[in-house]
């Protein structure tokens, strides 16, 4: 193993510190248990970053004293810096996570990272006398190097880091899966999208579609009952039961279309004829029913059902309360596509409170002004078959709309069993493999953005998790609630998370005018600027770092004027102070492009316009 790191613990002499009471001031029993070099959004540190860390031990039955302490990763400076007499201690059969990196947010973490391309991390006394050492190889993302068994034993890998913890719930492998393959880049595309995704035998394919990292998935215990409660009955149709399906043709509402022959594989399912010279959209109507449930705001639900048809066409959907009964145009996707293949249209989110109908909720001061009782009126998801005002059959089978029962989050990691994604909206999404016996797989993020815009410039696509960006007390891009944030004169003192320097993963994807991907990498992205950072639409910058599996560089020409150029960090500004000026995002670039072009042999910066979107927005 070619090592480039030393790292050192080095404690002082007792004399120098007073101990505190009850506590050991030798650390000769002291064993390094875990080590996270490339911590890529996986453990916070008291920086509010993601750093580095590494775990000490206390086997002994004596709580251990290490402030005053030192760190070091030259083992001919072994006093390199020295642990605050804050640091307190290591009790019996504890645990202690010392972090490195963001000194200049906590001044309590080390001045300098642990190194990615491995090292060696040594505990000393005052003398020089080496306690104990131990290696540590190349950075794995996401992952950290762990002993099997704490403070004694062989090391491996191990997914399920545990810092300040025990390592006996740790699984660990020798060997991490390939990356996932995806046929379809990050793009640009209009109507619908077909998307595959291998599968290796014996793997299993996780994804997410909010920017997280797509987790392990969950052992199938056998008892295991689902948080989702179905509202449609009868909807394979496979019974006589038609209550939940309504069908309106040209104005006339039949209750019963169940059908045999025309379901997927040749079994049972609703038929509807649309016909032609139709005046409107909705003259031919299906409709999905829940006469037992009102859906209200915020309810969250997933719908699914297949569809095909005689004749190629689209349908559109509608919000109604009982069938036939109008509330909102904006259900589901809004529209869909409709082949004379069988089709799953699926969607997974919450009602909004159009959709819901709700209605109520006024001030309700007693005197008669208001109703304080809020009502709810959603119960039917209403199709429209005439778009195209022509003669048609659609089919419709497996109809499914569930709502997550009260007190359950939604599962944000999602499994595909066949790699098939099919999408006709605007979808990041994150995949990740898992196997036992395995580390898990890089995840592999890709954009899909679906628009119906002609763009002549380059579109940059960021995609992360919302809370990195959103979070009151993480994330980097609101201005937090004053628990974590920083206070400049911009803010007139006031605390706020995007004053602060933190770093955050994300995926960046870089389009063509045409909407094909030129590039995609992981990298961090923080916030840039002074003033500026006040404004809506900030500057970030975006880091390549070797803790995304050593690309701690741009492999990529971004600007034309200087084609050779390496680029580690890339800088996505606003305009910078050209902010202030009515609004202006044009003025820096602008003169950096006339000394450019004036054959001035003057160095300055290069900047190309794009389009930007951030987690799809």
Same mark, same amino acid.
């Given at each position: ?112 990272? $642990? ?50 913890? =025990? *390592?006996? =719930? ?6 991490? $899966? ?71 043709? *040209? ?213 992360? *998790? ?51 991907? $030129? ?99």
């Amino acid at each position: 193993m070619k090592l480039k790191a030393i790292l050192c613990l080095t404690a002082t002499a007792a004399l120098l510190m007073l101990p505190l009471k009850g506590a050991a001031q030798t650390g000769k029993s002291i064993v390094i248990n875990e080590i996270m070099v490339s911590n890529v959004g996986d453990v916070i540190s008291p920086a509010i970053n993601f750093d580095g860390w590494v775990e000490l031990y206390n086997p002994s039955d004596q709580d251990i004293s290490i402030g005053g302490f030192y760190v070091s990763d030259d083992a001919a400076n072994l006093k390199r810096w020295q642990l605050p007499t804050s640091a307190g201690i290591i009790p019996a059969k504890g645990f202690m996570v010392i972090w490195f990196g963001s000194n200049d947010i906590k001044d309590n973490q080390a001045p300098f990272k $642990l190194n990615c391309d491995g090292g060696m991390i040594c505990l000393s006394d005052a003398s020089g006398n080496l306690i104990v050492s131990q290696e540590y190889p190349m950075a794995i993302s996401h992952t950290a190097w762990a002993r099997k068994v704490d403070g004694t034993g062989d090391w491996g890998w191990t997914s399920t880091s545990t810092s300040g913890e =025990s *390592n006996a =719930s740790a699984a660990f492998a020798t060997q991490r $899966l390939d990356a996932p393959v995806v046929d379809t880049d990050s793009k640009l595309f209009t109507g619908t999208l077909q998307v595959n995704v291998e599968i290796p035998s014996g793997a299993r394919l996780m994804y997410t579609t909010d920017g997280s990292l797509p987790q392990a998935p969950k052992p199938d215990t056998g008892e295991e009952v689902s948080p989702w409660t179905q509202y449609v009955k009868n909807g394979n149709c496979e019974g006589s039961d038609a209550s939940c399906f309504v069908c309106r043709e *040209n104005g006339k509402q039949d209750e019963n279309r169940i059908t045999n022959g025309v379901g997927v594989n040749g079994s049972r399912g609703v038929t509807v004829h649309s016909v032609a010279n139709a005046s409107n959209d909705w003259t031919t109507q299906f409709f999905v029913y829940t006469p037992d449930h009102i859906w209200k705001t915020n309810e969250y639900y997933r719908f699914k059902m297949k569809v095909r048809a005689d004749k190629a066409t689209k349908m559109t959907v509608q919000a109604h309360k009982t069938p036939g009964n109008h509330i909102a145009n904006d259900m589901l996707d809004g529209s869909y596509d409709v082949t004379t293949e069988w089709k799953e249209i699926s969607y997974e989110g919450k009602v909004t409170q159009s959709q819901a109908g709700e209605s109520g909720g006024g001030w309700g001061w007693g005197w008669g002004g208001g109703n304080t009782e809020v009502t709810y009126s959603l119960q039917t998801i209403a199709f429209n078959l005439n778009v195209d005002k022509k003669d048609n059959n659609f089919y419709f089978d497996e109809i499914s709309w569930e709502s997550l029962d009260d007190g359950v989050e939604e599962e944000s990691t999602l499994e595909s069993k066949d790699g098939k994604i099919t999408m006709s909206k605007t979808t990041n999404y994150t995949f990740r493999l898992f196997q036992d016996g395995y580390l898990p797989s890089i995840p592999v993020t890709r954009s899909y953005i679906q628009t119906s815009n002609q763009y002549t410039l380059p579109v940059i696509s960021i995609v992360g *998790n919302k809370k990195f960006f959103t979070d009151p007390k993480i994330g980097l891009d609101c201005d937090g609630d004053g628990t974590n944030g920083k206070a400049t004169s911009a803010t007139n003192g006031q605390k706020k998370n995007y004053n602060c320097d933190w770093d955050r993963p994300v995926n960046f994807s870089f389009l063509s005018p045409e909407g094909e991907m $030129l590039f995609n990498q992981d990298v961090n992205i923080c916030v840039s600027g002074g003033y500026t950072r006040t404004q809506k639409f900030r500057s970030f910058k975006l880091k390549s770092n070797k803790i995304f599996d050593g690309l701690n560089r741009f492999d990529y020409p971004f600007f034309p004027q200087k084609p050779y150029n390496r680029n580690k960090v890339l800088l996505i500004r606003n305009g910078g102070n050209d902010v202030w000026r009515s609004g202006a995002r044009f003025m820096d670039p602008a003169l950096e492009t006339i000394i450019q072009r004036s054959g001035i042999d003057l160095d300055v910066q290069s900047y190309v316009p794009i389009i930007e979107y951030v987690n799809g927005l």
